[in-house]
C-alpha cells in the first residue's frame, strides 16, 4: 500500500516514555463492509479478540453487514455493528437486524447512534430510542457515541446543551438497567479539548468509560477532508496549521503526539475517564494496523503473528 511508502518525519519520533504502550491497551478499529472486502485476514493486522467495529453507512445492505460480522467472528475478533436510528424503518426492521446478527454472527455487542441522515427512514430518530426498545436485552455491551467537540447537528447553536441532556440519560439508562455502557467518540486531532471535556463529564456526574477516537494514519488533504465532514472543531486548527507547510502535504499525518499526550495524561491521572483508544482507520486499515503495531507493543502484535 502506498501509504507505508513515505518517509517518516525526523521531527515526529516514537515517544516511549508518555505511557502510548499502556494506553493502547484494548483498542478497537472500525472498517466498513467495502473495505474488509479488500482485506485477506485480519488475523495478519490485529490481536486476537480485538473489538471490531462495523460502520453502517445509508444504503448498505444488512446482508453486507451481518456477512462482515460473521468473517470477523470466524476469524476471532469480536465484532460490534453499529444501529444507527434514523435508518431503520421501525420495529419490525429493527428485530430482523438483531435476529439476523445473533443467528448468524453471535453478535453480543453494538453500538447505538442517531445516525447521519437529516430525516428518518421511519420510526427511530435517536439512540436512546433503540436502548428503550429492548430489543437489545441479553447483550453483553451497548455503547453510545460522544462529541468532544460538540455536534451542530445536535446542537445547532454551537453549543452543547442537548448532547449533554443526552449524555444524562444515557448514564442514567445504565444506571437502572444491567447494561454494559461506553461512551465511544469523534475523533480529534489535539488533546486539551478532549481532556476538559472528559473532566467536565466527570463534573456532571457522567462516568460512562471513555473510548476516544483516534484518526489512524492518513495523508493529510484526506484527514481535513473527513474532519470537515464529521464536524470536528477547534482541534481542526491542528491539521490547518500543517496544511500551511508545503513541505509536509504529501507526508502522512500521523496520531503519535495526540494519543501520547493522552497516554501521558492518564498515567499521571489514573482516575481519568478515558478508558480506550477507537481508531479511525481514515487512510486504510493496513496503515493504521502499522502504526499500532509499531506503539501498541505486545498488545498490538497481531494474532497470526502472535500464533507462530
Known amino acids: 500500500m502506498a501509504l507505508l511508502n513515505f518517509r517518516r518525519e525526523a521531527s515526529s519520533p516514537r515517544r516511549p516514555d508518555c505511557g502510548m504502550e499502556t494506553f493502547l491497551q484494548g483498542f478497537s478499529?472500525?472498517?466498513?463492509?467495502?473495505?474488509?472486502?479488500?482485506?485477506?485476514?485480519?488475523?495478519?493486522?490485529?490481536?486476537?479478540?480485538?473489538?471490531?467495529?462495523?460502520?453502517?453507512?445509508?444504503?448498505?445492505?444488512?446482508?453486507?453487514?451481518?456477512?462482515?460480522?460473521?468473517?470477523?467472528?470466524?476469524?476471532?475478533?469480536?465484532?460490534?455493528p453499529h444501529f444507527p436510528a434514523r435508518i431503520i424503518k421501525d420495529r419490525a426492521t429493527l428485530e430482523d437486524w438483531v435476529a439476523r446478527?445473533?443467528?448468524?454472527?453471535?453478535?453480543?455487542?453494538?453500538?447505538?447512534?442517531?445516525?447521519?441522515?437529516?430525516?428518518?427512514?421511519?420510526?427511530?430518530?435517536?439512540?436512546m430510542q433503540l436502548l428503550e426498545s429492548g430489543a437489545f436485552d441479553g447483550f453483553e455491551r451497548l455503547h453510545v457515541a460522544g462529541h468532544p467537540e460538540g455536534n451542530r447537528?445536535?446542537?445547532?447553536?454551537?453549543?452543547?446543551?442537548?448532547?449533554?441532556?443526552?449524555?444524562?440519560?444515557?448514564?442514567?439508562?445504565?444506571a437502572r438497567t444491567d447494561a454494559r455502557m461506553a461512551i465511544v467518540t469523534q475523533?480529534?486531532?489535539?488533546?486539551?479539548?478532549?481532556?476538559?471535556?472528559?473532566?467536565?463529564?466527570?463534573?456532571?456526574?457522567?462516568?460512562?468509560?471513555?473510548?476516544?477516537g483516534v484518526a489512524g494514519p492518513a495523508k493529510l488533504q484526506t484527514l481535513i477532508k473527513f474532519a470537515i465532514a464529521c464536524g470536528v472543531g477547534p482541534s481542526l486548527k491542528v491539521l490547518q496549521k500543517r496544511a500551511k507547510d508545503v513541505t509536509k502535504l504529501l507526508l502522512p499525518f500521523e496520531p503519535t503526539d495526540f494519543v501520547c499526550d493522552l497516554a501521558a495524561h492518564k498515567a499521571a491521572h489514573p482516575g481519568f475517564g478515558i478508558e480506550a483508544a477507537h481508531v479511525f482507520p481514515l487512510g486504510g486499515i493496513r496503515a493504521s494496523a502499522a502504526w499500532l503495531m509499531e506503539n501498541g507493543g505486545a498488545a498490538a502484535s497481531p494474532a497470526r503473528r502472535a500464533a507462530r
Open 101 to 127: 446478527y445473533r443467528g448468524e454472527a453471535d453478535i453480543r455487542q453494538a453500538l447505538m447512534l442517531a445516525g447521519g441522515v437529516a430525516r428518518p427512514y421511519g420510526d427511530y430518530h435517536s439512540s
Open 29 to 80: 478499529i472500525e472498517v466498513m463492509p467495502r473495505t474488509a472486502e479488500k482485506i485477506e485476514d485480519f488475523r495478519a493486522l490485529l490481536p486476537a479478540g480485538t473489538r471490531v467495529y462495523i460502520a453502517h453507512i445509508e444504503g448498505t445492505p444488512v446482508e453486507d453487514m451481518v456477512a462482515t460480522a460473521a468473517r470477523l467472528r470466524r476469524e476471532g475478533f469480536e465484532p460490534m
Open 153 to 174: 447537528d445536535i446542537d445547532p447553536d454551537g453549543g452543547d446543551a442537548a448532547v449533554m441532556d443526552a449524555l444524562r440519560w444515557k448514564q442514567d439508562f445504565a
Open 187 to 212: 475523533f480529534a486531532f489535539e488533546a486539551a479539548p478532549v481532556i476538559a471535556w472528559a473532566d467536565r463529564l466527570a463534573a456532571e456526574g457522567i462516568d460512562l468509560p471513555i473510548h476516544i
